[in-house]
């Protein structure tokens, strides 16, 4: 993984921009064999003086090689830390019998966010705002729907520790 950052605080950053781009090879000796290319940019700036915005998108897309078909554990999957407002995996196809996350090939997700003070900055407490949306998919199927979600939510920056309410929409 490459990355450029120009973030003035890798924590809490309130200007600047972030871009990473990476990639894994496997099958050099194993007995998996796929490659996989991911992507991310962020970017901050603080307007106002109190209030931080937050533009980010993140991709993604892993494919076989030599026939090879990519595994479900190396497939990309939507929710939980990707798609806030939705439990882990909880975006896309599942099982039929199981009920268990196929996950995709490819994904693409995006979002906006700012945060602001709520009165309680002495003791890290902050709020924010924020939109998410993404798809994933498998090529050769009809596109994958469009997932979001807008909610307000309530962070603690010290513990890193996020409360919230919202809904996600299909």
């Known amino acids: 993984t490459t990355y450029y950052d120009k973030r003035d605080n890798a924590i809490d950053p309130k200007e600047g921009y972030f ?6 090879v496997a ?12 992507a991310k940019a962020y970017r901050y700036d603080t307007f106002f003086d109190y209030y931080t915005l937050k533009l980010f998108i993140n991709g993604g897309y892993v494919t076989g090689y030599n026939h090879e078909n990519v595994r479900l554990a190396q497939r ?10 939705f439990d882990s995996s909880g975006i896309g196809a599942r099982d039929r019998y199981t009920k268990d996350a196929l ?12 945060s602001f003070p709520i009165g309680l900055d002495e003791v890290g ?43 996600g929409t299909a």
């Open 19 to 24: 871009l990473s781009f990476g990639n894994d």
């Open 27 to 38: 099958g050099l000796g194993g007995d998996e064999k796929y490659l996989k290319f991911d």
């Open 76 to 85: 990309y999957f939507l929710g939980g830390s990707t798609m806030r407002g």
């Open 103 to 114: 996950g995709g090939n490819w994904m693409l997700y995006s979002g906006a966010e700012v």
């Open 125 to 167: 407490i902050k709020g924010r705002t924020f939109v998410d949306a993404g798809s994933k998919r498998n090529f050769g199927r009809n596109i994958g729907k469009i997932f979001n979600l807008a909610a307000i939510n309530f962070q603690h920056a010290v513990a890193n520790l996020n409360t919230g309410f919202g809904s």
